[in-house]
Structure formats: structure tokens, C-alpha cells
């Protein structure tokens, strides 16, 4: 837990919101400011600041096997994009590391 952390307090419960999934090690919820009509946030539920950070091959596994099942949850397993940016350069704002789930509209590539 880390003070002050916005992504620790959804993880903790200390703001209440409607989580999409919840396991032992993550939760995933719906982005605040969705940038498509499906835009998730799966997070571990330990404080990692970036994707740098974290140590456990594990416990990455289980964040990717998250974001299958959310996937698999809200049937968009058809076309959805993942994104994780690290550091502001990448557009990271919330140093909480998350990964990005993003469906229901078309994505162009490369990204802006
Ligand atoms: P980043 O730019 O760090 O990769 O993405 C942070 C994301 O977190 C942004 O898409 C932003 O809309 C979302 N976000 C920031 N604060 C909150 C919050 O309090 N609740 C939720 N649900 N999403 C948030
Ligand atoms: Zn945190």
C-alpha cells in the first residue's frame, strides 16, 4: 500500500466502485475517463509503480490471465487492445502500474 495512491484504495476498497473482476492478486474496473466504449484497468493489488518494478514473473502471468478473463467476461475477446505505458514520457499518469483493456471501436495503428 502506498499513501495517497488513487489505484491502492480501489484495490484496498477505500473507494468503493464496481470492479469487473477480482481475484487473490488483482482487481480490474472500469477507467474513469474511457477512451472506447469498452476501457478496463486491470492492477495488481500490490503497489508497483511501473511495469520496471515488478519482480514476479507470476504474478505478471496472473495479470495477463486477468485481463483473459475480463475479456472473456465482457465478450469482446474478438478485437480488444492492451496497452501498459511506463513513465511520463509513455503517457503513464497514475504510477500504480495497470494494464490497459480497450474494445468496441476500431484502433489505428501506430498509436498516437
Ligand atoms: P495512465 O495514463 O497512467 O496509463 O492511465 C491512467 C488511467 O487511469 C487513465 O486512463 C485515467 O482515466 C484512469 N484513472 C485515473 N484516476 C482514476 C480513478 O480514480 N478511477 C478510475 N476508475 N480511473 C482512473
Ligand atoms: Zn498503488
Known amino acids: ?3 495517497n495512491c488513487i489505484f491502492c484504495k480501489i484495490a484496498n476498497k477505500e473507494i468503493k466502485i464496481d470492479l469487473v473482476l477480482e481475484t487473490e492478486d488483482l482487481v480490474a474496473f472500469k477507467d474513469i475517463n474511457a477512451q472506447a466504449p469498452f476501457h478496463i484497468l486491470v492492477i495488481p493489488k500490490k503497489h508497483y509503480e511501473t511495469l520496471n ?3 514476479n514473473p507470476e504474478l505478471l502471468g496472473k495479470l495477463f ?6 475479456v472473456k467476461k465482457l465478450n469482446i475477446e474478438d478485437g480488444y487492445r492492451t496497452v501498459i505505458n511506463t513513465g511520463k514520457k509513455a503517457g503513464q499518469e497514475v504510477f500504480h502500474l495497470h494494464i490497459h ?9 501506430p498509436p498516437g
Not at 490471465?65 to 475480463?70: I, L, R, Y
Not at 483493456?101 to 495503428?109: E, V
Open 101 to 109: 483493456i480497450l474494445a468496441g471501436r476500431p484502433f489505428t495503428w
Open 65 to 70: 490471465e486477468g485481463v483473459q478473463n475480463v
Open 1 to 3: 500500500m502506498s499513501e
Open 53 to 55: 518494478d515488478i519482480k
